[in-house]
């Protein structure tokens, strides 16, 4: 097994992140009195070698039981036993899994068997990908790297650690997918046979979702991830819709970089690269770049020589929906993606068309409420920096219409909020019951308020009932 010193820098590095962590310094050496082994394991060890923030500690533990760790450990604190059938732990106040050497077998309800002296080569054979398959011994400072790990993260390769025990858990194949987003690294030969063949309709919803969130959230090029899909022929299955634009002509003066697939790509890519205030921001314009124009699927035609689209907007709005609705459970997500892609085309139209008041604001409730002007100004920047010809690098853009939406947005304070009613039932009720004709007039008021800027209770309420 290939075992290490780290380097002093990695080491400095460690060391900053263990100070985070006062008391694990004392754990270590009570476990070493123990006869035991800590080592810190998985992401941690990647990411601290490709110098990347640092989150989740996960320690494990060989060469102590189950119950002895449990014993140890409450020393320094109260103990929960997270996992117990996976042989996991944490002390209250330590953001810190602490585990024993494992081997899962497939299903979602696999049989674990836990065993703190199979050994670390054994242990670490059950992980992913041998870039996942490393440790630091917390005590020596010795790289462990049964697998070569280290060799392939230096070469941007992604290599399962066992191909027999890859498969036990189909997720693992989305796993992949996020990772060539989120690290631009390649697959290797053996794996993609693999991710060609495995069966992965057990995988749950929920899973499948956490990835594609990781694929978003973390990457600076998510395409890559979706492109992988394409390239091992798997996007068919698992985003159909997207998949169908493979091909789909666009005209090339507006469209130069090519098919409606290769714009969703790189305007996937522009969105990512976008500042956001929120994760949420990010992740409904990500999705909505992806999603934009999956209804030129269903719209495409050469009209007098002219490749045109018309309707595509209302067409992606169901199907975005019928794809979201498949890969996630977040119905807040269900609901505003769709609406951004209903509605992509309006930013730069409202610009040229001088639009009133009244028509962002009306803009701002049809998105609402989980998707605002400032997403839908996102997207269309998105879109637009998504047509390079020459490679799939986002192109600068002069984005000075967009920049004209979204500041008329914020003067009539509806950016990233719709304008709240200013009459309200309880204004009605000397004058009428509640029920369906309150909602009626409640409705005609707020109608009114919007296209004619009242904003005096007393004239709406005057307005609707004369």
């Known amino acids: 097994m290939n075992s290490t010193k780290i380097d002093s820098i990695i080491q400095r590095k460690l060391e900053k992140v263990l100070i985070q962590y006062p008391r694990v310094k004392d754990i270590v050496k009570a476990i070493d009195t123990k006869n035991g082994r800590t080592l810190l394991v998985g992401g941690a060890v990647r990411d601290l070698l490709l110098d990347l923030p640092i989150k989740d500690l ?7 039981a189950l119950k002895d760790l449990e014993a140890l450990l409450s020393v320094f604190g109260t103990v929960s036993l997270i996992g117990k059938a996976f042989g996991v732990l944490r002390i209250h106040g330590l953001d810190i899994d602490w585990s024993l050497p494992r081997i899962d077998t497939a299903g979602r309800k696999p049989i674990v068997e836990i065993d703190p002296y199979m050994g670390i080569t054994q242990a670490f054979r059950r992980r992913d990908l041998t870039i996942n398959a490393m440790g630091i011994d917390l005590k020596t400072c010795e790289l462990l790297d049964p697998f070569n790990g280290q060799k392939d993260l230096m070469n941007n ?5 066992d191909l027999y025990f890859f498969v036990d858990d189909p997720l693992r194949l989305f ?16 794996l993609n046979a693999l991710c060609r063949s495995m069966d ?5 919803t929920e ?13 600076k090029r998510p395409s890559l991830g979706i492109r992988w899909l394409k390239e091992i022929g798997r996007l068919k299955g698992i985003l159909p819709e997207l998949a169908k634009t493979v091909g789909v002509p666009q005209e ?12 969703s790509m790189q305007s996937l890519d522009a969105a990512a690269a976008l500042e956001y205030e929120t994760d949420w921001e990010k992740l409904v314009v990500i999705y909505a770049a992806m999603c ?8 495409t035609k050469t009209i007098d020589g002219i490749i045109r689209s018309l309707g595509h907007e209302d067409a992606g709005y169901r199907l975005s929906q019928c794809m979201l609705e498949r890969i996630t459970h977040n119905k807040e997500l269900v609901d505003a993606v769709p609406k951004l892609v209903k509605y992509h085309m309006q930013p730069s139209q409202f610009i040229s068309a001088n639009a009133t008041s009244a028509a962002y604001k009306r803009l701002a409730n049809k998105l609402a409420p989980y998707a605002t002007l400032f997403m839908l100004a996102k997207l269309k920047i998105a879109d637009r920096r998504g047509r390079n010809p020459k490679n799939s690098e986002p192109l600068a853009h002069d984005d000075e219409d967009i920049a004209k939406f979204i500041q008329k947005s914020r003067e009539l304070n509806v950016l990233d909020q719709v304008e709240a009613p200013v009459l309200q039932g309880r204004d009605l009720l000397d004058v009428i019951e509640p029920g369906p004709y309150m909602g009626n007039i409640l409705k005609r ?22």
Do not use: C, N
């Open 58 to 64: 996960d320690i494990e533990v060989h060469g102590v």
């Open 157 to 161: 390769i992604l290599r399962a650690t």
């Open 175 to 190: 796993r992949v997918m996020q990772f060539i987003g989120r690290f631009e690294m390649q697959v290797d030969d053996q």
């Open 200 to 204: 992965i309709s057990a995988v749950s």
């Open 207 to 219: 899973r499948i979702e956490m990835e594609f969130e990781k694929l978003f959230l973390k990457s």
């Open 252 to 263: 090339p003066r507006w469209h130069p970089e090519g098919d409606v697939f290769e714009h």
């Open 292 to 299: 934009h124009d999956i209804g030129k699927t269903e719209t």
């Open 445 to 466: 008021a707020y109608d009114i308020q919007l296209e004619e800027g009242i904003k005096d209770k007393e004239e709406l309420k005057k307005r609707v009932l004369e």
